[in-house]
């Protein structure tokens, strides 16, 4: 029977699955998306993580092939603490860059899946109409203190100020003591967005 619980099966687990795990919870931090079965998520974990240690062989084998692990253990640990831990991180943010580019967006699909997230992820005020099923409006303000729930999670919104709308949908004024409104996004038809100034 394999022991999973000795030095060299952890270490293993470590050099080849954290890293990646660590790249894949960062970037689904940063582009929300359904989450993918565990045996995929584990394969991308031990992908990403081989990825991490390509990128930095050089530097790798110029550490292993020096004295510093002798003259100077503090430096050597915090090289390979880098390696572990934040180079995956470093990976994500320049990925992050390339996919946002310009150049990247015009030959390739938007990394952001849903209006709905692209809008709400970009955290900007606005005054908010939304339809719902049955024809009502609900017309209110989405601010700091408001929240839009993201991907996996099905599409709710919560404004933190109501407003009543006047005969024509326009904001007429701030209902009286008003804590806000949450909308369930299946009773939700349309949502326009009016600048907030």
């Known amino acids: 029977m394999l022991n999973i619980w000795t030095p060299e099966a952890i270490q293993l687990f470590i050099i080849f699955?954290?890293?990646?795990f660590i790249s894949i919870k960062?970037?689904?931090?940063?582009?929300?998306?359904q989450q993918p079965d565990s045996s995929k998520q584990l394969i991308d974990a031990v992908s990403f993580s081989s990825l991490n240690f390509a990128f930095l062989y050089i530097p790798i084998r110029l550490?292993?092939?020096s004295a510093i692990k002798t003259t100077c253990p503090f430096s050597y640990y915090i090289f390979y603490i880098f390696i572990l831990f934040l180079?995956?991180?470093?990976?994500?943010?320049?990925?992050q860059k390339i996919r946002l580019s310009k150049w990247f967006q015009s030959n390739a699909p938007h990394p952001t899946q849903k209006p709905w997230d692209f809008?709400?992820?970009?955290?900007?005020?606005?005054?908010?109409?939304?339809?719902?099923?049955?024809?009502?409006k609900i017309g209110g303000l989405f601010a700091s203190?408001?929240?839009?729930?993201?991907?996996?999670?099905p599409e709710q919104i919560y404004l933190e100020?109501?407003?009543?709308?006047?005969?024509?949908?326009?904001f007429k004024k701030e209902y009286d003591e008003t804590a806000g409104v949450i909308i369930l996004s299946s009773e939700i038809v349309t949502v326009e967005f009016f600048n907030y100034s």
Do not use: C, H, M
Not at 26 to 33: R, V
Not at 87 to 95: D, E, G
Not at 161 to 170: F, I, Q
């Open 17 to 20: 699955v954290v890293p990646g």
């Open 26 to 33: 960062a970037y689904e931090l940063i582009f929300p998306s």
């Open 63 to 65: 550490i292993e092939n």
């Open 87 to 95: 180079a995956p991180l470093l990976w994500v943010f320049i990925w």
């Open 119 to 136: 809008v709400f992820a970009q955290r900007k005020p606005y005054y908010v109409i939304v339809t719902l099923k049955n024809d009502k």
């Open 145 to 153: 203190k408001s929240f839009a729930s993201s991907t996996p999670a």
């Open 161 to 170: 100020k109501a407003w009543e709308l006047n005969e024509n949908d326009r």
